[in-house]
């Protein structure tokens, strides 16, 4: 079994978590952002707690928020004791450092605009600057980089890939700043083994990918995961 993480999102109910009970899977996620697969802080606790007392080894849990204030994280956290915070807005580096030092967790920012990286007739070096220069700010502040595909109207969480040859542009900076990196974006059963082999990423992050007429299917999810950490 390799060592590749596997997060399974927008979790919606406790049967779903019950059916996941035998899966090698590290992260779950609860989009609390508007969403289809929106739930609320209530639900996440019940959905958490279904977690301990199931699980012998208990995922970490995830929040996604899209560019939300102190207090609407501060009150999520009073009901939902969520391990990690993920951010996947426009969300400043200093956003990122209170997260850390105030609610005592876990932050995972999503990118989705690195495209703005590729330019016609610049170099490897020149990108690589470029790259520094927007991420540099976000070292200390965030506990993983994640890759989604960009979207203007929804930021991410499209259902689709996007450009593949752009990751090792942000998994040079990753790897040099000892920053796990996890890709999101169109993941599904067919592809995660071909992007796990081509670019080796620290994490993958799946959502409607393992879901049948917008349903989590367990069967999907099985396979992703045996995919992701049996290479079957």
Known sequence: MNNVGVKICGITDVATIESMLHLPIDYIGFVFAK?????????????????KNHYIKVPETAGVFVNPSEQELEETIKHASLDIIQLHGQESPELCKWVKQSLKVKVFKVFSNFHQFILSDVSNEQVD?????????????????????????????????????????????????NIPL???????????????????PSGVDVSSGVETNRIKDIKKIKTFVERVKLNV
């Open 129 to 177: 600057e470029q790259c520094s220069k927007w991420l540099n700010p976000y070292v200390h502040h965030i506990d993983a980089l994640m890759l989604d595909t960009f979207d203007p109207v929804v930021g991410g969480g499209t259902g689709k890939t996007f450009n593949w040859e752009l990751i090792p542009i942000v998994q040079r900076w990753t790897k040099k700043n």
């Open 35 to 51: 969403s289809k697969r929106q739930v609320t802080p209530k639900q996440a606790a019940d959905m958490i707690q279904a977690l």
């Open 182 to 200: 996890i890709v999101a974006g169109g993941l599904d059963v067919d592809n995660v083994s071909t992007l796990i082999t081509t670019y080796e």
